[in-house]
C-alpha cells in the first residue's frame, strides 16, 4: 500500500510539472518593442465614425514610451503605456490628436491589428490601428 502512494505521489508530481511547463506564455502584458513599425488609424468611432479625421498619419510606438504622428511632414510626439488590458495613448492638447487620447481598452491585439474600446461603459468610442 504503501509502495503504491509513492508512486500515485510520483506520477501526480510530474502531470503536474508537465502541465505547469506546457502551458502558454501569452497572458504576460504585451512589451513595448513590438510594436516597431509603422501604423495608421483604420477606424474611429466617437459618436460617429471620425475615421477621415486622422488620414494621412502615420503613428510609430517607440520601445520609451513615445508615440510620434507624422502628417505631411510635421511630427506631434505623445506617449503611450500598455498593460495586458489598458492601451493608454496621450498627445497633450493637440487639437486633431487630443481626440484619442485615453485609457483604452484593450480588445485585440495582433501583429498586424490593434482593437481598441473606451474602458467607460458609458461611451461607445472605438478605435483601430493598423500596420502599414
Request: aromatic share 12%.
Amino acid at each position: 500500500m504503501l509502495k503504491l502512494m509513492k508512486v500515485l505521489r510520483l506520477i501526480t508530481l510530474l502531470f503536474t510539472t508537465v502541465v505547469l511547463f506546457s502551458c502558454s506564455k501569452d497572458d504576460k502584458p504585451d512589451s513595448p518593442g513590438n510594436l516597431s513599425g509603422q501604423w495608421v488609424i483604420h477606424y474611429y468611432w466617437d459618436e460617429k465614425n471620425e475615421t477621415s479625421d486622422f488620414s494621412g498619419y502615420v503613428f510609430e510606438f517607440l520601445s520609451n514610451g513615445q508615440v510620434k504622428a507624422v502628417k505631411n511632414g510635421t511630427t506631434v510626439t505623445g506617449t503611450w503605456h500598455e498593460t495586458s488590458e489598458e492601451f493608454t495613448i496621450d498627445f497633450g492638447n493637440d487639437p486633431v490628436l487630443e481626440e484619442i487620447n485615453d485609457d483604452w481598452e484593450k480588445i485585440e491585439r495582433t501583429s498586424s491589428f490593434i482593437h481598441l474600446e473606451d474602458d467607460n461603459p458609458a461611451q461607445d468610442d472605438e478605435l483601430h490601428f493598423k500596420r502599414l
